[in-house]
């Protein structure tokens, strides 16, 4: 069936720092990557995305890569702060008729001040 | 616009009880989709629906139902709890476009 891993699990960054979370696909169909951040005792928020078709995004710190040969897929933030502490998850699903996200474990990023 | 609104925010249930948990999506947004999230297991898809009609289902047992009314709002009920279903349960609304944007949650507690 379809799965998304990602790793690490855990992520400690110095503020300022970048910091690179990765994630697998194993659906080759798979055609639309988000990424959402979900602070603690709060909803998953959607902080970035990118479809198949493209390589990369950015939004000011933050980017996107999609590797679609390799079925990889990676978040990059840049000159880290300490309210980009959370948990970020991955997912990845095939946009046709249906919509069903397969979500990844999940990054406990805490950047240190 | 608002959110995704959810009800109740909490609730606490013995097992063998059953549940209905309500989501009203964004203004204008026809699929609604249930997630499970819990520390062990994480993010996991329950069911989308669209137009009133169920489109795809996760690997739940039966027990996980759901339903979509004429006005997109969603309600999904889980019968004949059991311990292991207590869990965050996230309800996530999705326009024309890719982006799905999710709900503040109900927390059930199966005691």
């Known amino acids: 069936g379809e799965n998304v891993e990602q790793h690490p699990s855990t992520l400690s960054v110095q503020e300022g720092d970048s910091a690179v979370i990765k994630c697998t696909y194993s659906?080759?169909?798979?055609?639309?990557f988000p990424w959402y951040k979900q602070e603690l005792g709060k909803r998953p928020q959607l902080i970035i995305d990118?479809?198949?078709?493209?390589g990369e995004k950015k939004d000011q710190r933050i980017a996107v890569t999609l590797n679609k040969t390799a079925k990889h897929f990676s978040l990059h933030i840049t000159e880290t702060q300490p309210e980009d502490s959370a948990v970020y998850f991955c997912?990845?699903?095939?946009?046709?008729?249906?919509?069903?996200?397969?979500f990844g474990s999940g990054t406990r990023l805490l950047v240190r001040p | 616009k608002a959110g995704v609104t959810q009800t109740p925010r909490y609730l606490i249930k013995t097992r063998g009880q059953q549940v209905t948990l309500s989501c009203s999506p964004i203004?204008?947004?026809?699929?609604v989709s249930w997630y499970q999230q819990t520390p062990g297991q994480g993010l996991q898809f329950l069911f989308e629906?669209?137009?009133?009609?169920?489109?795809n289902k996760g690997n739940f047992p039966g027990r996980f139902s759901g339903r979509q009314f004429s006005n997109s709002r969603s309600e999904m009920n889980v019968s004949t709890l059991e311990l292991g279903d207590s869990a965050l349960y996230l309800c996530?609304?999705?326009?024309?476009?890719?982006?799905?944007?999710f709900g503040p949650g109900t927390r059930l507690t199966v005691t």
């Open positions: 203004s204008g947004h026809r699929s």
């Open positions: 997912a990845a699903t095939l946009m046709d008729s249906s919509y069903k996200l397969i």
């Open positions: 629906y669209f137009s009133e009609t169920q489109r």
């Open positions: 990118i479809r198949s078709n493209v």
């Open positions: 996530a609304s999705r326009g024309d476009g890719y982006e799905q944007y």
């Open positions: 659906d080759s169909a798979s055609n639309y």
